[in-house]
């Protein structure tokens, strides 16, 4: 017996697809360009820090809650992170220091029309 991953649904039936959906043709959103350009960057030819076949067994590792709960891009870069985690390019204490100082520079998430502090 092969057991499937939740993201596999290969053969199963999935219903109709809506083409207005999600995966439906969009303008992309600046951090949706930034997430391409960051797997770009990280799987180039010059650095190869970061493999398709990485990126892809990153997702598929997300589990059933988070992969069904994030769009495209951000399973990416969730994917992107673990990864360079994984392998030591950034460390776990340096990400969450990061995070916490574009949280107090960004307090509505980095939300448009919210200005950064001086």
């Keep these: ?29 600046p951090w949706e360009k930034k997430v391409d350009a960051i797997l770009r960057l990280v799987s180039d030819q010059k650095r190869r820090i970061i493999t398709v076949d990485e990126l892809r067994r990153g997702i598929e590792e997300l ?19 673990n990864l360079l985690v994984e392998k030591g390019v950034i460390e776990i204490d ?3 220091r990061r995070m916490a100082e574009i949280t107090a520079d960004w307090p509505a998430g980095g939300v448009a029309d919210a200005e950064p502090k001086a």
């Design 94 to 96: 340096e990400l969450g």
């Design 63 to 81: 589990g059933p809650g988070v992969y069904d709960e994030l769009s495209y891009y951000e399973r990416w870069i969730a994917s992107i992170t």
């Design 1 to 29: 017996m092969v057991l499937r991953r939740h993201h596999d649904m290969g053969g199963l039936d999935a219903g109709p697809v809506d083409p207005s959906g999600p995966g439906a043709e969009h303008d992309y959103a």
